[in-house]
């Protein structure tokens, strides 16, 4: 089923999400229909936040032939580099803005199955699943811009 993708300036997406014990029925229900909004919205990646649920999952499908990945109780634990690059958000959009990230990054999280995996990853992988996390820590964005920026944005009604 095809979700709602909370828009900004709804308040849930501001709200930090949930970490999860165990992955129910119902996660694996959630995860699906996160996938399938994810595909029907031309996104790369989806927090559940986004589609108004407050738990610390989210999935990524940056077509590298990789597939889809689900990261359950995403953590960055390591940083390494900088660089910026223009993101976009399925909840802010039409608006593309600079973000400057660590380029490489080391997490932990859970998978599908509730195993604790570590990796280092890097790249557009690693980007878009900053920006995840930041979503599942109530972060937009907006909020990486400048506040002048920012207002800008709203003066000019583009956000």
């Not at 849930?12 to 029925?25: E, F, N």
């Amino acid at each position: 089923m095809i979700l709602e993708i909370r828009k900004y300036p709804d308040p849930v997406l501001s709200k930090k999400c949930k970490a999860l014990d165990s992955i129910t029925r119902e996660d694996e229900e959630l995860i699906k229909n996160m996938t399938l909004t994810m595909y029907e919205n031309n996104g790369i990646g989806l927090s559940a936040c986004q589609v108004g649920v407050l738990k610390q999952i989210a999935v990524v499908d940056i077509v590298d032939g990789k597939g889809l990945r689900v990261f359950i109780n995403p953590k960055i634990i390591n940083k390494k580099g900088k660089s910026v690059f223009e993101e976009g958000c399925l909840s802010i959009p039409g608006i593309f803005l600079k973000i400057k990230r660590p380029e490489e990054i080391e997490i932990e999280f859970l998978n599908r199955k509730g195993e604790k995996n570590r990796i280092k990853i890097n790249g557009l992988l690693a980007r878009c699943l900053q920006q995840e996390i930041d979503h599942l820590n109530g972060i937009l964005i907006l909020d990486r811009i400048p506040l002048v920026k920012r207002l800008k944005l709203m003066f000019l009604r583009k956000i």
